[in-house]
């Protein structure tokens, strides 16, 4: 924090009066709609995500006949989730930042399954976004974990799979600087205007999965980095804690 | 109904107990999204359609400098809204049934509006399927109708337009032939093993904007279609009764 | 017809002066081109289609081993067709409008077929416009029946299927309500200012095949709606008549 | 020929017994459709192209403002057109052959037009083969031009431009090499047996405007590739009399 | 040469000073990347164009189970090869020239491949324009001959393949008119000002594969073509001995 | 370095003997190819990407009027660029990692241009991959940076710009986890075995621009994290020393 600041004053800067290290109110509604295999409405604040497991019984050419399994995500935004409203992507145009981030979702989520014990299956995690409002991608990690983990839980009822091919907690959070205060999930206004932004996708052991941090409008030094390394493993504690208590 | 069958059975052929010419339960919740001008989360029973209306100021080409609007519409499932995951539209493939009901709610919606009294605006209408049980087309005219007006009531308060452009209500049903039953508003089942699946747009004078029959299985009769119009006709009264209380 | 004109008024209405339940000069000319198993030039006064049947031993993969066949269509119209030149459909480019129409195309042709008796084979239909001047969708379904039985008729000289397949003509009109009167089979000038457009797919036994009815500038009452469907039955009736002079 | 060959076995070696340098049968039916400026239906043999030229008042981006105008030609073969059912150019896949046909139409035509008389105006060709027997590019060119001076005609009529254009004709067909003997105008099967393909475009003056010519199974030297000039003369000099009868 | 100008003068046309029937300087840079079975970067004077051969152990579906391989080839322009950016072939966009060029590169090489002796693999010739100056199309001809003799000297090395399947060289040259002046090897300034532009195709028996000619600007007369004929087979004969010296 | 190993035993480690904090060889090509206003030929030993930057007087439509220019890249692998030939993204295939890495390209350098300061003007940096080894995002931002100097200088030198809108040096480098090893500057085979693997985007003055970190095989530590931004400090600084040598 800047020195020329009190806790007081810098608390009074987020729009909706967080302290700079607190999160949004983080709800969870569990079997949002009935299709999936897992389905969750993952919502960060005023951003609601939905995020299904959906399970096929076959895997993507690169994996026949390796007798493992496969995760991938797809992440959209349906048009009116933005304040302006957003064109579909469709007749083959690209939206890069949506490509992007889908790599990443499937990533983190490979990160924490042993495709081995899946077995030939593929899990498809399609994270939709019905609003937005700041940490899609994060939101859509923390909630993918979850339907991910109740498919995987039907998969095991039905007597698909024997052995739980979960092998812990991902989740994710932003973290960003913003009028030189480094502050813990940033909602639409606090990100358009934060002059370095980063999410870390981590586990419940405290380690890193990824880390995604850049200098929108300006280089950030170490100190800044190490700050908001620790506003990120705050968070995302929480978000491990609430994702739990979801999965029992 | 076919003369073997006594009133009783007739009634205990749909799936889920209901009468032949009965509604499934019809909600409508309102302000369902925050971004958009007019945003309803439309259910007929399970399928559960977000309704939004976005408005923009501008018009397509070949209306500029016409001093009038446009209203258009999008739809689209979420690949996770099906029981068997559905591919997005992406990579410029397309889905003839998608285009084909966009078009229709399009159609159906501009029925009902004075395009001259809009100005030169556009008001988009996206109709995205979260959860799919039979007539998605049908909840989404109706509920298209009723994000329509809540856009327009904001475009009067703030003072943009000054006279109202809606001409009246707008709703949509679906009838088939079912084991030789008419029936209204059916679920997929139903759907599914239709012979003849009709679907009927009307306005508040019990009058037609659009007729769309077809003989899935066989050909249809004179007297078929007259019954199913009758229940078309108490179906789209109801649905214009719950409307116009969602949009006082 | 509206009270205050008289019939002499009416006829007078049409601007080629046809009475309104007269069809146009119906024109069909067989083997136009010589390389597709059938091949019919059907006119509507001045709309030519070429009408062909292809057939190719495969099925699309969701009829495989399945040992039925498949009837599907495809419609364009070529740029020169119309008063203004149409860009193509290419680089990805969707035209709504034409796959509504090969959807209806298709599903009327296979609504007269018996698809286990065609064998694993399919027939494409297709229907493309050289001139358009109106019913261009009802030229292609009642040319596209003949060019399917000329086909058919071919596989069954050849042995390659025993019993036929074809279950009942199939014929398509159009009709709509211009300056109030109704009217049968509509040209270019006629649909463009058309207050409601309807098209009527019928069999040989007056059954409905499929209806599609659009109130363009108003909705439409139920006593028009019948008015028109009595023209449809006629129109129906004389072009069944045609196909069959067609088809000995 | 070669020399163990007679006169008489030669001429006999041809499918439809044409003498090695002679045409097929060259038919040209004036006005075969009635929307674009110039329509010509283009016949060599079973060849049957639909040869229109359709004026718009616009040029491309490259030519605003340059006053001047711009021929550009489409070519595209209808699914039913040849013996095997062709798919359609649909969804952005791409035909290189017809890319490289259209470009060679234009570039054909473009030679004989001063573009600057033309104005600020585009003459698209569209070539659609309605039925394919080889020689469907030289068919094109040369029907192409018939259709393009019908168009010029007609603005010239309409007082839109004050001088003629159209600097002279232009006209194309095919040689060949089959079991060694130079042949003239191929048909399909002659084409598709030979052993060396060229395709000539020339003027009124017996002047070049495009050569391409193919080794397709072998090499082919300096002696056959001059009797296969002469014999391109030959055929083009009728084609452009032919022409000339159409365009008096 | 026009009658006018001394030989001195003639030779003063081309604006490096080159004598009208002399090549550029050619470079043979030879493993100029790692990964290719052959790759080689063709220099014709500031035209370089990176040409790579790659085995693959398939062939496309039409030559499948004919015991015999293919021979393809793909060219591409980079952005930065042209004096002004061009953009990249994205999105579906087609560059019809690069097919046009991309087909006879296949085309030409194919002509000196017995496919049989090759056995069912397929050899890509990726034709990379790194700069443009003039005549990619004959530099990438000539560079990937000496790439594929480069891949199927290692196949005969590995003993994947016993026979050469080479049956000679290719070598592509591009000739034209400027200034009245026939001249070869035409760089960028050349050809954008050229009457006539060819490009020739041909193996070291002084054969023809292919022959491409387009009057640009004007048509052009049977003197002219034996002219460009002769500069042609002067300059294939200099790049077969280039060609020739790589590959021993 | 893990304790049981020796330092001499730590650096067999990497296949091509490198230390665990050695770059590889580092090499620039100045002017590689001549059109682009910029063009390095970049090495990052046997990586070679051809870096080039192109000046247009346009910005997107999103900065018109703004008096403000804009940094652009696109990011592509020839074909033959890699171990086994990678497919062409034509036809609107969609290569997500290659619009990840151009969309990082491009922050980067935009990270260190006062956009205001270039004017209206556009510069696209074309990283094209000529041959892959591993980090070839990294060697095309360390590329693009000093491609986009020359570019710039030219613009001054021409009197196009007055004011040197290039704030700071900027570079990239990876840094992963093998075998338990933090090690600097991965190739090829390094790559495709790291347990980790970072790429980090830097300044002159050790500030971060970007930080992308992924555990490919497991998560990784804060400890491990200290360790990697170590090397990757030491690396950049190296980098950004070979950048100034070449841009006096």
Not at 18 to 35: A, Q
Not at 79 to 92: A, I, Q, V, Y
Request: net charge negative.
């Amino acid at each position: 924090m800047s020195e020329n600041k009190t806790l007081v004053e810098a608390e009074m800067l987020r729009p909706d009066r967080r302290k700079s290290d607190e999160l949004r109110e983080i709800t969870v509604i569990e079997g949002f709609t009935k299709h999936a295999d897992g389905s969750i409405l993952m919502c960060f604040g005023d951003t609601k995500v939905l995020c299904t497991a959906s399970v096929e019984d076959r895997v993507p050419p690169f994996l026949r006949g390796k007798e493992e399994g496969w995760i991938t995500a797809e992440y959209a935004m349906l048009p009116s989730s933005t304040e302006t409203r957003k064109p579909r992507d469709r007749n083959g145009r690209v939206d890069g930042r949506s490509v992007e981030i889908q790599r990443l979702i499937g990533r983190s989520l490979r990160s924490v399954v042993d495709l081995k014990k899946l077995g030939e299956r593929t899990i498809t995690l399609d994270c939709d976004v019905l609003q937005a409002d700041g940490g899609t991608r994060t939101a859509s990690i923390t909630g993918a974990y979850i339907a991910l983990v109740h498919a995987v839980k039907k998969l095991m009822e039905e007597g698909k799979i024997e052995e739980n091919p979960i092998t812990g907690n991902v989740a994710a959070v932003s973290v960003g600087v913003r009028d030189g205060e480094p502050i813990l999930d940033l909602n639409y206004i606090e990100d358009s205007g934060a002059e370095v932004d980063m999410n870390f996708v981590m586990n419940e052991k405290e380690e890193f999965i990824e880390i995604q941090g850049t200098g929108e409008e300006r280089p950030f030094t170490k100190a800044e980095f190490s700050r908001l390394m620790e506003l990120a493993e705050k968070g995302i504690k929480q978000l491990i804690r609430i994702q739990n208590e979801h999965m029992k």
